[in-house]
């Protein structure tokens, strides 16, 4: 299977059309970092998906009327579910049950009930990607359900196929025998650094505890993601499947060459991804899809390299290496902005946002909140060129600063969300526990 970019985004109408549309792969429809969740959300999305398995999806795009999936669109669909820890909430009743139950279960049966045979008939199989798979017990609880599910559909063993989205530090200490427990329900492992980091900051932290530098310092070169990035690769290929790359945010460049730097640290990311060995990768933009492709044909001339087999080992301190670096105002206030910023719009039912030259999904919003949480409660939490803290004080003064300066002239209602943002962020990173990005 060829799975040399992957596009991943969100589950509204237009999103799957631009995804499937797109000429990746595989498009992987999210919706747990890329889509509200509220109960209403979640039904449209639900059948979105249908539609889309079923190819009866269209959409009204404006100038260019109505939009369809094109006849000879080969790109495949995969489904991100909401992971363990989440809870259903009225969508449940939809499906006639009454009590609040797992929105893992909820999602995976009501996807695969109503688009298994569609998307077998058209791909081979139901491919999933798993987010906060912490664990061998939670894997083969995943392997437990798939199969009940294959029994009951009348469907072939191992014809639900899931890739592992490594997003904690727990399942990166354990990937073989995570693997192990898939066995051939197993399709790979993928990167998500962004969630790693924030998992990383959620178990190691204290007021003694050194911090984690800018996020700009925690690129795929840190010595911890490195390690994962080369750890996925060796254990994925000794079990027969992907290993794909890090998910890419950068928006492309315009006209004017804006965000030309970050493309550009882009392209050299996919560039020693295909070197390392991994299979694929995955954008979060269709503006990436073919400029990623082509930096995968020059060194992967085969659909895979499932059979190059890295011989390095990395223990588990490698893999919660702290990267060193320095703590800058700049990096403080674009996380103040992206956080500001994207609290206020999933008020209002947007769960993605472009800041700094990038969007940014629930992962990247993660990172940029614990980050301010551990600065804050960290003795160590200084401006690095002045030894100014980061302390309650600056930080409730530069709260309001920004987000007056972002909401000043919004329309009414975002200007409304955006002041009940910067109260919310103020609460979330200067309380005592880990914060948690809410739902939308």
Same mark, same amino acid.
Request: glycine share 8%.
């Given at each position: 299977?060829?799975?040399?970019?992957?596009?991943?985004?969100?589950?509204?109408?237009?999103?799957?059309?631009? #995804? $499937? %549309?797109? *000429?990746?792969?595989?498009?992987?429809?999210? &919706?747990? !970092?890329? =889509?509200?969740?509220?109960?209403?959300?979640?039904?449209?999305?639900?059948?979105?998906?249908?539609?889309?398995?079923?190819?009866?999806?269209?959409?009204?795009?404006?100038?260019?009327?109505?939009?369809?999936?094109?006849?000879?669109?080969?790109?495949?669909?995969?489904?991100?579910?909401?992971?363990?820890?989440?809870?259903?909430?009225?969508?449940?009743?939809?499906?006639?049950?009454?009590?609040?139950?797992?929105?893992?279960?909820?999602?995976?049966?009501?996807?695969?009930?109503?688009?298994?045979?569609?998307?077998?008939?058209?791909?081979?199989?139901?491919?999933?990607?798993?987010?906060?798979?912490?664990?061998?017990?939670?894997?083969?609880?995943?392997?437990?359900?798939?199969?009940?599910?294959?029994?009951?559909? #009348? $469907? %072939?063993? *191992?014809?639900?196929?899931?890739?592992?989205? &490594?997003? !904690?530090? =727990?399942?990166?200490?354990?990937?073989?025998?995570?693997?192990?427990?898939?066995?051939?329900?197993?399709?790979?492992?993928?990167?998500?650094?962004?969630?790693?980091?924030?998992?990383?900051?959620?178990?190691?932290?204290?007021?003694?505890?050194?911090?984690?530098?800018?996020?700009?310092?925690?690129?795929?070169?840190?010595?911890?993601?490195?390690?994962?990035?080369?750890?996925?690769?060796?254990?994925?290929?000794?079990?027969?499947?992907?290993?794909?790359?890090?998910?890419?945010?950068?928006?492309?460049?315009?006209?004017?060459?804006?965000?030309?730097?970050?493309?550009?640290?882009?392209?050299?990311?996919?560039?020693?991804?295909?070197?390392?060995?991994?299979?694929?990768?995955?954008?979060?933009?269709?503006?990436?899809?073919?400029?990623?492709?082509?930096?995968?044909?020059?060194?992967?001339?085969?659909?895979?390299?499932?059979?190059?087999?890295?011989?390095?080992?990395?223990?588990?301190?490698?893999?919660?290496?702290?990267?060193?670096?320095?703590?800058?105002?700049?990096?403080?206030?674009?996380?103040?902005?992206?956080?500001?910023?994207?609290?206020?719009?999933?008020?209002?039912?947007?769960?993605?946002?472009?800041?700094?030259?990038?969007?940014?999904?629930?992962?990247?919003?993660?990172?940029?909140?614990?980050?301010?949480?551990?600065?804050?409660?960290?003795?160590?939490?200084?401006?690095?060129?002045?030894?100014?803290?980061?302390?309650?004080?600056?930080?409730?003064?530069?709260?309001?600063?920004?987000?007056?300066?972002?909401?000043?002239?919004?329309?009414?209602?975002?200007?409304?969300?955006?002041?009940?943002?910067?109260?919310?962020?103020?609460?979330?990173?200067?309380?005592?526990?880990?914060?948690?990005?809410?739902?939308?």
């Amino acid at each position: 299977m060829d799975r040399r970019v992957e596009l991943i985004g969100g589950v509204f109408r237009q999103d799957l059309l631009t #995804g $499937l %549309n797109s *000429g990746a792969n595989t498009y992987i429809a999210d &919706l747990w !970092n890329l =889509h509200c969740t509220s109960p209403d959300q979640v039904v449209r999305a639900h059948r979105g998906l249908l539609l889309a398995a079923h190819r009866r999806l269209s959409a009204i795009t404006g100038p260019k009327g109505r939009e369809r999936i094109g006849t000879d669109v080969r790109t495949r669909l995969a489904f991100v579910p909401r992971p363990l820890q989440v809870n259903t909430g009225n969508e449940a009743l939809v499906a006639g049950i009454a009590a609040t139950t797992s929105a893992t279960l909820y999602d995976l049966c009501v996807y695969t009930v109503h688009n298994a045979a569609a998307l077998i008939g058209r791909q081979d199989v139901v491919l999933l990607h798993l987010r906060g798979v912490t664990s061998p017990e939670e894997a083969a609880w995943y392997v437990r359900l798939f199969t009940l599910l294959e029994t009951e559909l #009348g $469907l %072939n063993r *191992g014809v639900i196929r899931a890739t592992v989205m &490594l997003d !904690n530090v =727990h399942a990166a200490l354990g990937l073989d025998a995570l693997l192990d427990a898939l066995r051939h329900h197993g399709a790979g492992l993928a990167l998500d650094p962004q969630g790693y980091a924030a998992d990383h900051i959620a178990r190691f932290h204290g007021p003694d505890a050194p911090p984690l530098p800018d996020r700009e310092g925690i690129g795929l070169n840190a010595p911890f993601l490195r390690a994962l990035s080369l750890t996925a690769i060796r254990v994925a290929h000794q079990w027969g499947v992907h290993a794909l790359g890090a998910p890419a945010f950068v928006l492309p460049p315009d006209a004017g060459e804006r965000q030309l730097d970050g493309f550009l640290e882009m392209l050299a990311d996919k560039e020693r991804e295909a070197v390392d060995g991994h299979d694929g990768t995955v954008v979060g933009h269709p503006g990436l899809v073919i400029a990623a492709m082509a930096e995968f044909a020059k060194c992967m001339p085969g659909v895979h390299q499932i059979d190059h087999h890295r011989t390095d080992h990395f223990g588990p301190e490698a893999l919660v290496a702290r990267p060193e670096g320095a703590i800058t105002v700049e990096s403080l206030v674009g996380m103040l902005r992206t956080t500001l910023r994207a609290l206020a719009h999933r008020r209002l039912g947007r769960p993605v946002v472009v800041q700094g030259g990038r969007s940014h999904d629930r992962s990247s919003v993660q990172l940029a909140l614990a980050l301010l949480w551990q600065w804050n409660q960290s003795r160590l939490g200084v401006i690095t060129s002045n030894t100014l803290p980061v302390q309650e004080d600056l930080l409730r003064f530069l709260v309001r600063k920004e987000a007056t300066k972002l909401f000043h002239e919004a329309p009414p209602a975002l200007r409304e969300a955006g002041d009940r943002a910067a109260d919310q962020l103020l609460e979330l990173v200067l309380g005592e526990a880990y914060p948690v990005l809410p739902a939308c």
